[in-house]
Nanobody, 125 residues
């Protein structure tokens, strides 16, 4: 059974940084992607960043150059380093494990079937 537990959210001023962590367990080698998603009030959940088991990363255009996704070598933790934060980054952030095998759009939440409970990020101007 896949278990995902996020941490590291909080409140920060615009221009600041946060590092989100996700403790992961239970997913198999058949999983190709793990990723970070976010959902602001009244908006759909959107993909932020994803990393394949090959190490290849994908980022939403809105976060490219500011956010970095990474995993530890044992793949027990997934991280999201967020720099130069903006008020529009305010959202609940979720880590997720993708469906088995390669998927065509690693930033689509429909390609993921296991989710953490989320951690809130609030950026003030």
């Amino acid at each position: 059974q896949v278990q995902l537990v996020e941490s590291g959210g909080g409140s920060v001023q615009a221009g600041g940084s946060l590092r989100l962590s996700c403790a992961t367990s239970g997913y198999t080698a058949s999983t190709y992607y793990v990723g970070w998603f976010r959902q602001a009030p009244g908006k759909e959940r959107e993909g932020v960043a994803a990393i394949a088991n090959s190490g290849i990363t994908s980022y939403a255009d809105s976060v490219k150059g500011r956010f970095t996704i990474s995993q530890d070598n044992a793949k027990n933790f997934l991280y999201l380093q967020m720099n130069s934060l903006k008020p529009e980054d305010t959202a609940m952030y979720y880590c997720a494990v993708g469906q088995p095998g390669w998927v065509p759009n690693p930033l689509s939440p429909y390609e993921y079937n296991s989710w953490g409970q989320g951690t809130q990020v609030t950026v003030s101007s």
